[in-house]
Each structure stands twice: as structure tokens, then as C-alpha cells.
């Protein structure tokens, strides 16, 4: 059977769903970073029965969940939290069901923030399928995190949430579903490997992992445009007079989730918990290195503005690398510490962005290595190739973030702390130590 999973994936990409289905051995293994988003929307869906009290849980799936289901309805329950339903050759299991007199509302809970487009084809699948098996509904809701909520004291769930009647934009979308489930049926039964004429499908093949894996098992490497190499030697120049020593290299770990954590901060606000300060006084004086970890699990951000104001002096620049995060988080801090405001306006008004010399559309330092990216990741081991992550336990910020509860766990072992937490402060430390040794190599190319 057709799950909403599968229809799901087959509105991202029909080869994503074929290699699901027949070459699972193709699919990487989840990032750190995807695991932590799918246990977060696990935490929502809990929560979110807040809102709809007094509901049973139906047990099962398939065709398990469809006969519990039933059972369920027909012993007058009114609220059915994750409702399975069979309408041969398709299945999906709910959020939530809600009885409305004679009829049905279904409530589709989502971790985002808004409406984004693909969810009306999501909940117009569950339609399809709920009223094929005879369950008439009224209105079918979108229930999505309200990202303006502060929270004050216990979370108030009505607050947490907004509940958006999207039935008639449901309805627009039900006749197109309808045509695209057979098309999606005959992919999921597919034995044959892709054609030209399947891969053509593919709605956004320059972006699509799925289409890449395939291409790449089967040895056609789609071949990355080259773009013209640049070292504007002029420009970066001008744009490093900007700095005045002594320099701060910053950068934060974050956590952030979309049930606010702690008092005054909001969903998915990101909360530093860390921080790594490189600073060097002169151009001839050596980088020495300050840190900062929060070992309790509770608003960090008070103790972490306190030794940061205490670690970065009144002038020179602070370097960070993407300044609209920095600069973000420093923001955030000071509506929750007003106390700070004006040291982080001033940390603010500090900031020089490094990234900005690798952006391409400033053609300032471009190299085919970066695939027209210029994040961090990506920059250093072209320009550093002596200095990278792949010695670190940790290497991304995702897992960085994942790693804070573990670190500030009661059921954490006093030496799996002290381990994590020396793994952590590496990982941070090599952010700052990236941007050291990327300016450095700048001013030598400039210097030349």
C-alpha cells in the first residue's frame, strides 16, 4: 500500500521513493542534524495533545491501526490521537481525530511556523484516505508553533500553538492528489531501475540528493558547473582595512527547540550555551584562546554574558563567520538580559563578517573546491587544508547542539561528561581556529 510517507516522497522526488523502496542500501544514514529535527517533531506531536484532552491513542499500524481504529470509534471515543485508516491501495495514520457532531476534524500538527506549500498535498492525501474508508470529515486544521509565543512559567499550550483552518486550500489541491496517487503507486511497484524517462521526473534535479545518489551509484556523476577562479587582491584588501586590532574571533553553539526550553526565550530561538573566543592583540602577537560552557541545563545565557563581557575588550573587532547569526543570538540575549543591551549593541556594532570576502557573487576569492558555497566547511579545507574537522569526535553544529542535554544529564556518567565536554570545547575551538588561520592566509596573499 501507498503510505502518506511514501506520497509524501514521491511529491519530493519519484526516485527518492523508488531507492527507499528498492535500494535502501543507497540511502545515507540520517545526519545528526535530521535525527535531532524528527525527535523534535516527535516532542511536538506529544505536546500538542495538550490541546485535544482526553483522547485514546490507537495501537497498531496498517491494518492493525485501521481495526483499532474502527473499534475505538465504534465505542464512542470522540478524540483518536495517531488514527490509522485502510482504503486499499492507500494508507496514512493521523495526528489527531476529533469528533464534530456527525463528522470528523482532522488535525494535522506540524513542528514549523507557518504554512508551508507542500502540507495541503499532505492533509488532502489523509482526506482522501479517511473518506475512502467511510470516515466523513468537516474541516481538516493545520496545528503549527507560534513562533512570537515567549514563554513565562509553565507553557501555556493555546499560546504554543496556532490552529489554522486549511480545508478550503485542502479541497484545491484534493482532484490533483487524486491524479497523482496512481503515478506514485506504479513508481512504489516499480522493479525496474530508473529510465531517462523516470529521472526526468524529478522536480528539482540540480538540488535533489535523491537523483545525485542514483546518478552517482550508477557511475553518470552529474558534472558541476565550473565557475571562473577569482583573487581580487584590490578588494579583499580594502575589505580587511575594515579590521582593528585587537581582534575577537567569536563563535557560539546553540540550542534551540521548538517547546521553549527556559523562561523569556521563545521556539526555536537559538540559546548560546558556548562559546570560543580567539583573540590577538597585534599583527605579529600569537591567538590565545578563551572559553565558555554552560554544565547545567538551564538558561545559560546570564553566565555566558557575564564572562563574555569580561573576555572581549571595548574596541577591536570581532570576527565571526555568517554575522546574521552572531548577531541574531546577540540580540536575543539582550531583550532577555536588558542589563546587556547595550554591550551586545556595541559587541554588534563590532562585527566584521569573514565569509563575505567568499560569498561568489563578490568575486572577491572563489575556488570550484568551495561548490559555490562559502560556509566555513567547506572554505577551510581549501584554504587550510592542514587544519580541519575530521580529527574532531564533533564536527558539525548539529550535534554540538544534541550534545548539551547529554552533557547536563543526571543519567550521564561523570566521565562521559568530562569526555563530551572536552569533545565539545574542541569542536567550538576549531570554529575560531578556522577563522585564525583563513584571515592569516588572506593577509599573506595580499602581503605577497
Not at 543507497?26 to 500538542?48: A, C, K
Request: overall charge negative.
Amino acid at each position: 500500500m501507498l503510505t502518506k510517507t511514501d506520497f509524501m516522497k514521491y511529491m519530493e522526488c519519484p526516485v527518492g521513493l523508488w531507492m527507499e523502496k528498492h535500494r535502501p542500501d543507497l540511502i545515507p544514514e540520517d545526519t545528526p542534524e535530521v535525527r535531532r529535527v524528527l525527535e523534535m517533531g516527535r516532542e511536538v506531536d506529544d505536546f500538542s495533545r495538550k490541546l485535544f484532552e482526553g483522547g485514546v491513542e490507537v495501537a497498531g499500524y496498517n491494518q492493525e491501526g485501521w481495526q483499532n481504529t474502527k473499534k475505538l470509534i465504534e465505542s464512542g471515543v470522540k478524540i483518536l490521537y495517531q488514527p490509522t485508516v485502510v482504503a486499499d491501495p492507500i494508507t496514512c495514520r493521523a495526528d489527531i481525530l476529533e469528533k464534530s457532531k456527525n463528522t470528523w476534524t482532522l488535525n494535522e500538527v506540524k513542528s514549523a511556523t507557518t504554512v508551508k506549500k507542500e502540507y495541503p498535498y499532505d492533509v488532502a492525501f489523509q482526506r482522501i484516505c479517511f473518506e475512502n474508508a467511510g470516515i466523513k470529515l468537516d474541516r481538516t486544521n493545520l496545528v503549527h508553533i507560534n513562533n512570537q509565543y515567549v514563554r513565562r512559567g509553565d507553557i501555556q499550550p493555546e499560546k504554543l500553538f496556532v490552529s489554522e483552518d486549511i480545508t478550503d486550500m485542502v479541497l484545491e489541491k484534493t482532484d490533483e492528489v487524486k491524479h497523482l496517487i496512481p503515478l506514485a503507486l506504479k513508481v512504489l511497484n516499480r522493479r525496474e531501475a530508473p529510465d531517462e524517462e523516470m529521472l526526468a521526473t524529478c522536480p528539482s534535479p540540480r538540488n535533489c540528493e535523491y537523483l545525485n545518489i542514483y546518478l552517482e551509484s550508477v557511475g553518470q556523476i552529474p558534472e558541476e558547473p565550473r565557475i571562473e577562479e577569482t583573487t581580487d587582491v584590490a578588494g579583499i584588501a580594502e575589505t580587511l582595512a575594515e579590521l582593528q586590532y585587537p581582534l575577537y574571533f567569536l563563535d557560539y553553539e546553540t540550542y534551540g527547540s521548538p517547546i521553549p526550553p527556559f523562561d523569556g526565550t521563545r521556539p526555536y530561538q537559538n540559546i548560546p550555551f558556548q562559546y570560543s573566543l580567539g583573540i590577538k592583540d597585534a599583527p605579529d602577537a600569537n591567538t590565545r584562546y578563551e572559553k565558555f560552557l554552560a554544565r547545567t541545563f538551564k538558561d545559560s545565557v546570564p553566565g555566558l554574558l557575564a564572562q563574555l563581557r569580561r573576555d572581549i575588550g571595548e574596541r577591536g573587532s570581532v570576527i565571526v563567520w555568517n554575522e546574521s547569526f552572531e548577531k541574531g543570538c546577540n540580540d536575543e540575549m539582550a531583550r532577555m538580559e536588558p542589563d546587556y543591551a547595550d554591550f551586545l549593541k556595541a559587541v554588534n556594532d563590532r562585527i566584521f563578517d569573514l565569509m563575505v570576502i567568499f560569498k561568489l557573487k563578490n568575486q572577491l576569492y572563489t575556488r570550484n573546491a568551495f561548490q559555490k558555497s562559502a560556509s566555513l566547511k567547506m572554505v577551510l579545507p581549501a584554504i587550510c587544508p592542514e587544519l580541519a574537522y575530521d580529527d574532531l569526535t564533533i564536527q558539525e553544529g548539529a550535534t554540538a547542539s544534541a550534545s548539551w542535554p547529554v552533557l547536563t544529564s543526571t543519567n550521564t556518567s561523570k566521565a562521559d561528561k568530562a569526555k563530551l565536554a572536552d569533545d565539545m570545547l574542541s569542536y567550538c575551538k576549531r570554529d575560531t581556529e578556522a577563522m585564525v588561520c583563513i584571515l592569516k592566509k588572506l593577509q599573506q596573499e595580499i602581503n605577497k
